[in-house]
């Protein structure tokens, strides 16, 4: 099946528990998330700076777009050697609409032909990803105040964060644990020596392991050039 960034779709098809569009029922997490970030972009206009290098506002909503409509650019989110590919494709949706046209087809949501129509397949794939572009967006700018998880959401994101570890700490050797400030509870990201141990709120957790080093409330033990190959 193929289609465009409006996500006109070639063939017909339906998803139960939809969201965007008229959702049926409880649409889960991940809608809320993405209703957050589409107000948040809304009131920042196109031209803000985000946390990701280079990036506006109005890339960062061309990138969640294209991610959702444009199924030729998926492959590069992951394959280093077709990011290439991914980025023209951003380039074009960006040029091919106006941000405030980008923030509604975000808020409304994937195309039908879209897996993350379904509430399961939205949450696992979409909770992580919108949590930490809404940072981007808030944390970008100084004196910012981490918003308010959902005890929900904040459960997602421990449950998923071992996953993410494994790709934002392959650089290191060390062993990585996450600590939650909240709970105390402690997971193995990656294993290894020596060990450093990362303690924050799960979400804090996640950006750190994304990426967003600077941004992310965390603190850091253990060995100081350990610490450093983070």
């Known amino acids: 099946m193929s289609s465009d960034v409006n996500g ?5 098809g339906t998803a139960d528990e939809t969201v965007g569009g008229g959702p049926r ?5 991940a809608r809320v998330e993405r209703a957050l970030l589409a107000d948040l972009l809304a009131d920042a206009g ?3 700076p985000t946390l990701c290098a280079g990036w506006t506002t109005h890339d960062l909503v061309a990138h969640l777009v294209t991610r959702e409509r444009v199924p030729y650019a998926g492959p590069g989110l992951v394959i280093p050697a077709l990011h290439g590919l991914t980025e023209r494709a951003e380039r074009s949706t960006g040029r091919a609409h106006s941000f405030a046209e980008l923030v509604e087809m975000f808020r409304a949501g994937p195309p039908l032909w879209n897996p993350a129509r379904l509430r399961r397949f939205d949450d696992a794939t979409n909770i992580n990803e919108f949590y930490v572009h809404y940072a981007d967006v808030d944390r970008a700018v100084p004196g910012f105040t981490p918003r308010e998880v959902d005890p929900a959401v904040r459960e997602r994101i421990w449950s998923a964060l071992r996953l993410v570890g494994r790709t934002g700490y392959r650089q290191t050797t060390a062993e990585v644990v996450a600590e939650r400030t909240d709970t105390h509870d402690r997971r193995v990201l990656r294993r290894g020596s020596p060990t450093v141990v990362i303690a924050g709120l799960p979400e804090e957790l996640l950006l750190h392991a994304f990426g967003r080093r600077s941004a992310a409330q965390v603190e850091l033990r253990g ?8």
């Open 46 to 48: 196109p031209d803000r």
């Open 25 to 29: 029922g409880d649409a889960g997490a």
């Open 223 to 230: 060995d100081p050039a350990a610490i450093a190959s983070l």
């Open 8 to 12: 006109r779709a070639t063939t017909d």
